[in-house]
């Protein structure tokens, strides 16, 4: 089945520590996004890649960042400058076909004690 | 820039009741708008579209009409059910801006009670 992975599903770690979030898409995207979510704000994009080895900031970069080295893999790293990270995150990808759809992972949810 | 506004939830139904949920856009351009569920602790997913003025969305009893008149893309169904309990995200992406970046409201989250 075609789809977007994302783990893990949890994650905890100690403030001060980076930590990179998985996203693996076998759908033949070209293109792939990274939003937080945070209780009544809806999604904010924090990063996006049009093609392998070129990406964007989106609206919410700081303290965050990506690579984009092989067209199904969009790692997103959560580094120590983020001021709150303990958010949802959530990957998606978009096809060169369609109506602007993008399709969703399930989020890896992040907490930072 | 593009912003997309919701009702604010959450909105609480019984089984079999009628459900609306507003949503009104700004946009540069000819946006294409979507309607997307969230069910508690998963990911998003796509539940109706229209990509230009008149286009009626529908899926799973759910239906939406692009209006461009007063820039609205409401969500209704007939008769809800306990399994629709989720949040619902109103989005648009307008090529006119550039790229396909979707721009998301806040999220109307609905509680259905037998």
């Known amino acids: 089945d075609g789809g977007i992975t994302q783990s893990p599903k949890y994650l905890f770690r100690k403030e001060g520590q980076n930590v990179t979030l998985s996203c693996e898409q076998n759908?033949?995207?070209?293109?792939m996004y990274w939003y937080r979510q945070d209780p009544g704000q809806g999604l904010r994009l924090i990063y996006y890649?049009?093609?392998?080895?070129?990406?964007q900031k989106g609206d919410i970069a700081e303290g965050y960042s990506v690579s984009r080295e092989k067209k199904e893999s969009f790692p997103l790293t959560v580094t120590s400058a983020q001021k709150n990270p303990t958010a949802f995150y959530l990957c998606?990808?978009?096809?060169?076909?369609?109506?602007?759809?993008?399709?969703f992972g399930p989020g890896t949810r992040l907490t930072v004690l | 820039g593009d912003s997309v506004t919701q009702m604010e939830g959450p909105v609480t139904l019984s089984e079999e009741a009628f459900l609306t949920i507003n949503c009104t856009y700004t946009?540069?351009?000819?946006?294409?708008l979507f309607w997307y569920v969230q069910y508690p602790g998963e990911g998003l997913q796509l539940l109706l579209k229209?990509?230009?003025?008149?286009d009626k969305g529908s899926n799973k009893g759910f239906e939406a009409t692009y209006r461009k008149e007063t820039t609205s893309f409401h969500l209704e169904k007939g008769s809800v059910q306990v399994s629709d309990s989720a949040v619902y995200f109103c989005?648009?992406?307008?090529?006119?801006?550039?790229?396909?970046?979707?721009?998301f409201g806040t999220g109307t989250q609905l509680k259905v009670e037998l």
């Open positions: 890649s049009q093609i392998v080895n070129d990406f």
């Open positions: 998606a990808s978009h096809g060169d076909r369609g109506l602007n759809e993008q399709f």
């Open positions: 989005a648009l992406s307008d090529r006119a801006g550039g790229g396909n970046k979707l721009t």
């Open positions: 946009a540069t351009g000819y946006p294409s």
């Open positions: 759908l033949n995207h070209d293109a």
């Open positions: 229209a990509t230009k003025a008149d």
